[in-house]
């Protein structure tokens, strides 16, 4: 099994500002990251795949990078709907899996 | 407009058995592979067993394999899971998703159905 560790596991941001969220895996995944957003009470929902593209309606604001074991996700300038948590999760070998989590939270 | 709609969480005893449906509409639900993952209480993702669109190959965690069973009815648009040898630890809201014609990630998710084992 994948082990994914997302790091921080809180990141205290104020609005306007960057937040970057790391995702590292065990071993080699190529691209096959995908980022999620989950609010309280909600679904996740779907920001990223193959590392670093965008999912149908996701503000540019939200971008991705990585490869290999070493994933990112940026939030270039935080705005109220961005708190959150946000998942990585792995589709390069079965069984899939997510990490942690990382809890973006106001400042 | 794309639609998921899970039912059949309960609060069942340890040792019991549940069923779970996803009522999907808003695409061909034929063409897609599906999947359930399984949020515990305060806690975070976790992929729990995905289904191919013919139904044909199923895929689950170490967690629940010989416990859970996914299955799908075409005909119907509902994907299920038989859950027996409930555990304490299946306590979670339980999502179904379907995944993209890309690879095993999920773009459209249901709101969840809440299953607690207890007691």
């Known amino acids: 099994e994948i082990v994914m560790t997302q790091s921080p596991a809180t990141l205290s941001v104020s609005p306007g500002d960057r937040a970057t969220l790391s995702c590292r895996a065990i071993?080699?995944?190529?691209?096959?990251l995908a980022w999620y957003q989950q609010k309280p009470g909600q679904a996740p929902r779907l920001l990223i795949y193959g590392a670093s593209t965008r999912a149908t309606g996701i503000p540019a604001r939200f971008s991705g990078s990585g490869s290999g074991t070493e994933f990112t996700l940026t939030i270039s300038s935080l705005q109220s709907e961005d708190f959150a948590v946000y998942y990585c999760q792995q589709y390069n070998n079965w069984p899939l899996t997510f990490g942690g989590g990382t809890k973006v939270e106001i400042k | 407009e794309v639609q998921l709609v899970e039912s059949g969480g309960a609060l069942v005893q340890p040792g019991g058995s549940l069923r779970l449906s996803c009522a999907a509409s808003g695409f061909t639900f034929s063409n897609y592979a599906m999947t359930w993952v399984r949020q515990a209480p305060g806690k975070g993702l976790e992929w729990v067993s995905a289904v191919i669109g013919s139904g044909t190959t199923t895929y689950y965690a170490d967690s629940v394999k010989g416990r859970f069973t996914i299955s799908r009815d075409n005909s119907k648009n509902t994907l299920y899971l038989q859950m027996n040898s409930l555990r304490a630890e299946d306590t979670a809201v339980y999502y179904c998703?379907?995944?993209?014609?890309?690879?095993?990630?999920?773009?459209?998710w249901g709101q969840g159905t809440l299953v607690t084992v207890s007691s």
């Open positions: 998703a379907k995944r993209t014609l890309g690879d095993y990630y999920f773009d459209c």
């Open positions: 071993q080699s995944l190529s691209s096959n």
